[in-house]
């Protein structure tokens, strides 16, 4: 077994030998313009300026059936994208577009791969802001992102550690059945939630963002708002994990844990229905538009 301080220390190098750096810098401008209130369209419109392949994607959305208009008029700037499919969805596929790029790998482990992890990342992100429109949670806190980056350590992991133990422990949680968690706890000597909150952390991602990682498989939270954050993020991966939407580190066992989620956010069947056939929606948009495709 690996020891878990050393896994950690392990992750920082290698993130600092990959250069990693140049993601953070554009993923934390980002986060600035998303909880700055007199942040403007134009601020938005220069991040994808620097960025050719978020552009694209924003492009292909805008342009895309969900988002067309009466008169189907092609969008070819990013000022026009922007003004179709609004600022906060602007936002989102900005971020998106840069976290894809750190999933990108073809190691595999049985069903586990990053692209699949990815799927499964975006997926939670959809259904925790479905979960807090349907509830009408006051969205002080983007539940979108806490849900996109809530498995940022199993990247980490698979990007340094795959041979240290990652592997290992992805292998184990598939021939046991039991839940990722469980098996890096043997193996690595940490979790993912561990190295994920420790690295956004030193990214500079917000508090609510950090504790969401950190702590959506152990509800420890005091704060009130952070609470309802990490309960959506747990309620959607249940949802994703029954919808099977790639990857999941969700196993049987948590169940009990997943329910009581879904009763301290108030969720009765027929709101989880809705949100779950909405869900399904923008799935299948998504995977119309390519997006689950790791590039
Ligand atoms: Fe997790
Ligand atoms: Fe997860």
Redesign the pocket.
């Known amino acids: 077994m690996s020891d878990g301080k050393d896994c950690l220390n392990r992750v920082l190098l290698g993130l600092q030998n990959e250069q990693l750096s140049t993601i953070p810098s554009i993923l934390f401008q980002i986060l600035q313009i998303s909880s700055d209130p007199q942040a403007s369209a134009a601020d938005l419109g220069a991040i994808f300026g620097k960025d050719q392949s978020s552009a694209a994607r924003l492009l292909k959305t805008a342009n895309s059936v969900l988002h067309s208009t009466l008169t189907r008029t092609h969008v070819d700037t990013i000022e026009e994208a922007i003004v179709r499919i609004g600022f906060k969805a602007a936002r989102e596929v900005a971020v998106s577009a840069i976290i894809c790029d750190l999933f990108k790998s073809s190691r595999t482990i049985h069903e586990y791969s990053l692209p699949r992890l990815w799927q499964?990342s975006m997926c939670?992100g959809m259904g925790a802001r479905l979960l807090y429109s349907s509830l009408s949670v006051n969205r002080s806190y983007d539940p979108y992102l806490a849900g996109l980056l809530?498995?940022i350590g199993i990247v980490l992991e698979h990007q340094f550690l795959f041979e240290d133990g990652f592997r290992d422990a992805v292998a184990a949680q598939y021939q046991s059945g039991t839940s990722l968690i469980e098996q890096e706890r043997l193996f690595l000597g940490t979790t993912h939630d561990v190295i994920g909150a420790e690295v956004g952390r030193r990214w500079g991602f917000a508090d609510h963002i950090v504790t969401a990682i950190r702590h959506h498989h152990d509800l420890e939270v005091q704060n009130e708002e952070y609470r309802t954050l990490t309960h959506a993020v747990r309620v959607s991966?249940a949802l994703c994990a029954e919808l099977d939407y790639g990857y999941?580190?969700?196993d049987r066992s948590q169940e009990e844990a997943y329910r009581a989620s879904r009763e301290a956010l108030g969720l009765d069947d027929q709101i989880a229905g809705m949100v779950k056939a909405q869900l399904e929606i923008e799935y299948m948009h998504m995977e119309q538009i390519d997006w689950f495709r790791v590039a």
């Open positions: 499964h939670v809530h498995d991966e999941s580190d969700f």
